[in-house]
């Protein structure tokens, strides 16, 4: 049984690049989850989409970030132009139903320089 | 007040030893509890559940007190490889909130 997939597991590009992350949830999910971590801020949700529909943006810190979900299977984050204040850990999950838990992805670790 | 607190770690125990994390939460329509694990440079993991009536896997013992809006998780027998940072969750899918962790050290 798959767990959510992201890719890349590593990014490192200079600032002002634009930053493509990608998630594939868990089969039968209906709710996907964007997060970022970092040392100093912990988790933080960026944005979640159910059955595709952005239903919460107000995590994402700047018109810079974007979110899209085209179907049930995938989703991308994307970072245009990136900063280096935007290094840190991006993790996609997914979950069922609104009393379920959620499952990770393993994560993307993005460096800008 | 944070909606979700969790104890202030980091939490230094030898191996063997028996440690407890609490956990309390101010949205007292919650529905669904978690614990979730975390290892340096790793994703969340769900650890386990947590039950109106407790619940027990293995070395790991999860109890839900509603009236206080508690939740805590027991820990016996700790091994090193329990090192990691465990996270107190309430409320599940769209609902979720995390609380910021209590970092675990076991020492042999």
């Known amino acids: 049984d798959a767990g959510v997939i992201q890719s890349p597991r590593h990014e490192v590009t200079e600032m002002g690049q634009e930053v493509t992350l990608r998630c594939k949830p868990i089969?039968?999910?209906?709710?996907l989850f964007w997060y970022r971590q970092t040392m100093m801020r912990g988790l933080e949700l960026l944005i979640y989409?159910?059955?595709?529909?952005?239903?919460?943006d107000s995590g994402m810190p700047e018109d810079r970030f974007s979110a899209k979900m085209p179907n049930a299977s995938f989703s991308t984050l994307k970072i245009q132009p990136s900063e280096p204040r935007d290094s840190a850990v991006y993790f996609c999950?997914?979950?069922?139903?609104?009393?379920?838990?959620?499952?990770f992805g393993n994560g993307t670790r993005l460096t800008v320089t | 007040r944070k909606e979700v607190e969790q104890d202030p770690g980091p939490f230094n125990v030898p191996e063997g030893a028996t440690v407890a994390f609490n956990c309390t939460y101010s949205?007292?329509?919650?529905?669904?509890f978690f614990w979730y694990r975390q290892d340096c440079r790793k994703e969340p993991k769900l650890l386990m559940s947590?039950?109106?009536s407790g619940n027990e896997d293995g070395r790991f013992t999860a109890q839900l007190n509603r009236a206080s809006q508690y939740i805590s998780l027991l820990i016996r027998d700790s091994k090193l490889s329990d090192s990691a940072t465990y996270l107190c969750?309430?409320?599940?899918?769209?609902?979720?909130?995390f609380g910021a962790g209590t970092r675990l050290f076991v020492k042999a």
């Open positions: 999950a997914s979950s069922g139903d609104s009393n379920s838990p959620l499952h």
């Open positions: 089969s039968g999910h209906n709710s």
């Open positions: 989409f159910n059955n595709n529909v952005p239903i919460d």
């Open positions: 949205n007292s329509a919650s529905q669904s």
């Open positions: 947590v039950y109106s």
């Open positions: 969750v309430v409320g599940g899918g769209f609902k979720t909130i």
